[in-house]
């Protein structure tokens, strides 16, 4: 039932829009007067939810290919204030609606208020016109966005950031110190465990104590990703009040959790910059490719946590299941072991790990003497980038129902 929709007008009285238009039947069958219709459909144009559907009005009488058929149709809006998308179509029993195959159809934006109906703008468009449009205008909002929410609310995530680190050990005898002790207790134990049990050494450094820079060098970017990884899952819902309020910002919820992260680890980072003035006698000049570092680092952590927090939503069990992947994905990286110890078929794997390049960047700017790998940084520059923007999208995108799951 190919149409060609000519000579459009409208008129708003009151709660209701008069349509008058030509329909033209581009197609190579004849249209039955009952058997073809023109109606209509209301959406939510924020959600783009369906609200409700018209009457079917039959066309005026049967039109053969290549001619016209007058329709004229009022489309009565609901009562309830607000905006509303309309979709106008021929329709049938047979195939359904015309739009939904591709067919153009006359879109009206509109809004009620007061009991009238007021036509912001219409057209004659396509379901794959919409698409391209909405896809053009997504692609540098999607770059531009994320980090203007950051930059717009920068002051909320400092303070509840601050608010959160305070608040995890409030009323304990070590207080804001388990923030910075917990990490430290969790390295002791591994270096225990594998410098001194199990003998595990790095490279041509035969020593415990190279075992132990070797290892916390390694541990620096994984505490900042894993900790915020570990809780991002419960992170909307442990703050579940805030998702009805509209003009909360729940996108820097993940955000809070990644800046906690990384005041771990610039504590930890000084006690390893100690450590190397009194093991090694210096700190080596490379420390200041450090920036280049941790620009993707954070990226890529936030972009993680981002989609886990807006899928921990729906999926309850998701903490526990992050919890083990993240065990699972602690010792596919070489951090308490060396990575000459696996076979050259592990390395395939290893070499798709982005937190695998990290590690190794962090250990050649802080040990080796010399600057990261630049196809691996730039590799994971590249990954970062694309996980970020994907991760507040997805985000963006499930937040509109997350007051209806919670």
């Not at 009151?14 to 030509?22: G, H, L, N, P």
């Not at 939904?100 to 208020?113: K, T």
């Not at 954070?298 to 921990?312: E, K, P």
């Not at 050259?344 to 600057?371: F, M």
């Amino acid at each position: 039932m190919k149409a060609q929709f000519r000579d459009l007008n409208l008129s708003a009285q009151d709660a209701s829009v008069s349509i008058e238009f030509t329909l033209s039947n581009t197609g190579a069958f004849e249209w039955k007067r009952d058997r073809l219709f023109v109606a209509w459909q209301f959406f939510d144009p924020e959600t783009g939810r369906f609200i409700a559907e018209g009457q079917w009005t039959p066309i005026a009488h049967d039109t053969q290919p290549g001619e016209t058929v007058p329709v004229n149709v009022t489309i009565e809006f609901p009562p309830e204030m607000g905006g509303y998308q309309v979709y106008l179509s021929t329709v049938s029993e047979d195939s359904g609606w015309a739009y939904q195959h591709g067919e153009p159809f006359i879109l009206i934006h509109a809004e009620v208020l007061d009991g009238r109906a007021c036509i912001t703008q219409h057209e004659i468009t396509s379901l794959r016109s919409l698409r391209l449009r909405s896809l053009r205008k997504a692609i540098p909002k999607a770059f531009t966005y994320p980090i203007k929410t950051l930059i717009r609310h920068r002051r909320l995530i400092q303070a509840m950031s601050r608010r959160d680190i305070l608040a995890r050990y409030r009323g304990s005898l070590g207080d804001v110190l388990w923030t910075f002790l917990n990490p430290l207790l969790l390295m002791a134990t591994y270096i225990f465990v594998f410098g001194v049990v199990l003998q595990a050494r790095f490279g041509s450094d035969r020593s415990s104590t190279g075992f132990a820079l070797y290892f916390l060098a390694g541990m620096l970017p994984w505490l900042a990703f894993s900790e915020p990884a570990g809780r991002s899952p419960h992170v909307v819902l442990e703050h579940r009040n805030f998702v009805k309020k509209l003009i909360f910002p729940l996108e820097t919820l993940p955000v809070n959790q990644v800046m906690a992260g990384l005041v771990t680890e610039v504590f930890a980072l000084g006690v390893f910059l100690i450590l190397l003035l009194v093991l090694r006698g210096g700190i080596p000049v490379t420390v200041f490719w450090l920036p280049v570092l941790l620009v993707p680092q954070v990226l890529f952590t936030l972009g993680v946590c981002w989609f886990l927090a807006a899928l921990g939503v729906y999926l309850r069990d998701l903490g526990q299941v992050i919890g083990f992947v993240l065990t699972l994905w602690f010792f596919m990286t070489p951090i308490c072991y060396p990575e000459t110890s696996l076979p050259a078929s592990a390395l395939v794997i290893l070499k798709n790990n982005p937190l695998y390049a990290l590690v190794r960047a962090y250990r050649a700017i802080l040990l080796e003497g010399h600057a990261p790998v630049a196809a691996s940084m730039a590799k994971f520059w590249a990954v970062s980038v694309i996980v970020f923007l994907l991760g507040h999208a997805w985000f963006y995108k499930l937040r509109k129902q997350f007051a209806d799951v919670i």
